[in-house]
Structure formats: C-alpha cells, structure tokens
C-alpha cells in the first residue's frame, strides 16, 4: 500500500520556490542528485495531489523541466486542487478537484493503484499535515537562501509535529532530508 509523501526541493531557509515562484535556482543542483534516487522517486509514485498554485507554475514555465511533473519522466493521474479550474486544460492527466482536501488524497490513492501519492504544493502539504494525511516528508535541502519566496511551512499558530528520520545523507552539494511523520499515541 502506498504512502502519502511531501516532496520539494528547497533552501536552507526554507523556501520551495523565490519570488514570483521561481524556481530556476533549482536545476543548479540538479546534477547533484543520483539518477537512481530520483528514478525510485518516480517508479514508487502512482499520483500527484498539487494545489493551483504549483499547476500554475508548471503551466506557465517555459522549461520543459518545470512544465511536467519530474521533466515529463513521470505520468500518471494528478489532482489539482482549485475552486476556479481553467477551461482551457488539454492534458488529460489532470483532473481538477474541489472542497475537503481529505476526499481529494482518498481520491488520489485508489487512482495510485497501491503507489505513492505526492503533494506537491506548500499550501496543500500544509492542509495534509493539518489533517494528519503526510506520511512522510522528502526534502532536497539547497546550499543557498533565497530570503523570500514561497516558504514550505508556514502554517503558523502553534502546531507541532514529530518526525523520525528516515535518512538523511549527502549527494554532492544537496542534503537528502527525509522523515517519517510520527502519528500521536
């Protein structure tokens, strides 16, 4: 049976995308991590649960790496989250979901056929930690601060939660950060 993960690439002071949600800073490091650690990234995921921000950011990038997911080496179905679907959408993969972001992960497991599902987004993977839907977090720590952006966490308020690492090593420049979410007894 598959996992709920948040996965992101980000800076050391926490932000997943820079101003205007850029994210070209990204494949500066992009040779620093093994072909084969993204690969079973890809081949372990069976959907995609992003927020419309993220789609947009895709939607609109003009570099084949950021306009599908994982440069276009992975397909499946993704699930958008959106109040205000665009009507102008040709790729069939996506399919656009609104309300409870509880139905939209369950609706993203039956479709990941006993895969992974990924949220993508910082907005839904902060819904899904709220809703104690994450179970785990795979981070791709950058060597750099952006100073602003888009931060991963930013809930706010007083939540905590309690993670285990999984693992935590080096490629190159990137640290590879991942951790279990730890579920309250």
């Known amino acids: 049976m598959g996992i709920v993960r948040v996965t992101t690439t980000m800076s050391l002071d926490g932000f997943m995308a820079g101003p205007d949600d850029d994210m070209d800073?990204?494949?500066d490091y992009a040779g620093d991590i093994p072909e084969d650690a993204s690969q079973e990234l890809i081949d372990s995921t069976g959907a995609i649960v992003a927020g419309r921000g993220s789609y947009n950011v895709g939607r609109r990038s003009t570099r084949p790496e950021t306009s599908k997911p994982f440069g276009g080496r992975w397909s499946g179905p993704q699930f958008v989250l959106t109040h205000d679907p665009p009507d102008d959408e040709e790729d069939e993969s996506i399919t656009f979901v609104s309300g409870d972001i509880r139905t939209a992960v369950a609706t993203a497991m039956d479709?990941?056929?006993?895969?992974?599902?990924?949220i993508f987004g910082a907005n839904t993977a902060n819904q899904c930690l709220d809703e104690g839907l994450v179970d785990d977090i795979l981070i791709f720590l950058l060597p750099m601060l952006l100073g602003e952006g888009v931060r991963l966490f930013d809930a706010g308020g007083s939540r905590r939660i309690e993670l285990e690492p999984i693992d935590i090593t080096r490629w190159g420049q990137v640290g590879n950060l991942q951790y279990r979410v730890r579920r309250p007894v």
């Open 25 to 27: 800073w990204v494949f």
């Open 111 to 118: 479709a990941a056929g006993g895969k992974n599902v990924l």
